[in-house]
Structures are given as C-alpha cells and as structure tokens.
C-alpha cells in the first residue's frame, strides 16, 4: 500500500512563513507529477501547486510568487514553501502524487490526509 504524509501546517501570522512536506512511502515503483491542493471551508478544492518528474512547475494564479514547489525524488519527497500567507491561504492542504506501483502498471492518484494552515492574527 502506498501512504503520502504530510506535515507541516499549523498556525501562522498573515505575512509569514510555512513550509509543508509530504513524503510518500509503500512499494512504489515510479512517481509522475507531485502535487498540492488545498480546500477551504465552503469551497471545492482547487490546485495549488504541481511539478513533475522532471521538475515543470505550475501554481495557481493566487499563490504565485509567493509559493514554491519542490521534490526529492531520491526521498519521494516534496515540498510546498509557502511565503507571504494571507488569511486567504487558510485552508486544509492535501498532498497528491501519481504513482506507478509496479513496471507494467497504470499511474493512478493518491491524496494524503491533509494538514490545516491557518493564517490568522
């Protein structure tokens, strides 16, 4: 079975500074794109932030300049530094990845359980 962990969230002043992880750990044998999303109260969940295999980024609109992507692929690691957080970043953030379990097998999506980043005075 593959799990993804995160880690990292918690409580924050608007303009400071988190940094989330997610580690991804079972039999697997390849990961594709790496990414986090995020839903806040009320809301659907929407994507925050992708990088694939070989390291192409996109962020959403909101959070660009701000956040930024990255991955350990020796770890099957990644990570989200999130800069500048605004009470609008508030929300549960989920970690996914599109993991191949075995050589012949399909990519199919996992989502981690997800951690709370608050930005609040």
């Known amino acids: 079975q593959v799990q993804l962990v995160e880690s990292g969230g918690g409580l924050v002043q608007p303009g400071g500074s988190l940094r989330l992880s997610c580690a991804a750990s079972g039999s697997i044998f390849s990961i594709n794109a790496m990414g986090w999303y995020r839903q806040a109260p009320g809301k659907q969940r929407e994507l925050v932030a992708r990088i694939t295999s070989d390291g192409m980024v996109n962020y959403a609109d909101s959070v660009k300049g701000r956040f930024t992507i990255s991955r350990d692929n020796a770890k099957n690691t990644k990570y989200l530094q999130m800069n500048s957080l605004k009470p609008e970043d508030t929300a549960v953030y989920y970690c996914?990845?599109?993991?191949?379990?075995?050589?012949?097998?399909?990519?199919?999506?996992?989502w981690g359980q997800g951690t709370q980043v608050t930005v609040s005075s």
């Open positions: 996914n990845a599109n993991i191949k379990l075995v050589r012949w097998g399909d990519f199919s999506d996992y």
